[in-house]
Nanobody, 122 residues
Framework: QVQLVESGGGLVQTGGSLRLSCAAS????????MDWYRQTPGKQRERVAV???????DYADSAKGRFTISRDNAKKMVYLQMNSLKPEDTAVYYC????????????????WGQGTQVTVSS
């Protein structure tokens, strides 16, 4: 059973920082793409940042210059460092990854974490 578990959310004031972590566990052969999404009530889930297995990185315009995504392949973890937070960053943040399970042939599957709440107060 493959799982993604996020941590690091919380309440922070405008201009503050938070670091989100996401740990993948279970019978994993490989992880390619890892990314972070966020969602607020009534809105579609939007991708904030992505890092590929080869280390290519991309950010949503709203995250550029403030957020940094990184990963530790040995630990099967992905991180999101969020600086200069704004009230509009308030959302539930979800970790996502494309993972090839240990007993899979070559197919990857999409996995999601349970989400972690980030609240930025003005």
């Amino acid at each position: 059973q493959v799982q993604l578990v996020e941590s690091g959310g919380g309440l922070v004031q405008t201009g503050g920082s938070l670091r989100l972590s996401c740990a993948a566990s279970g019978s994993i052969f490989s992880i390619s793409l890892m990314d972070w999404y966020r969602q607020t009530p009534g809105k579609q889930r939007e991708r904030v940042a992505v890092i590929t297995g080869g280390g290519n990185i991309d950010y949503a315009d709203s995250a550029k210059g403030r957020f940094t995504i990184s990963r530790d392949n040995a630990k099967k973890m992905v991180y999101l460092q969020m600086n200069s937070l704004k009230p509009e960053d308030t959302a539930v943040y979800y970790c996502h990854a494309n993972i090839r399970p240990l007993l899979s042939s070559t197919r990857e599957y999409s996995y999601w974490g349970q989400g972690t709440q980030v609240t930025v107060s003005s």
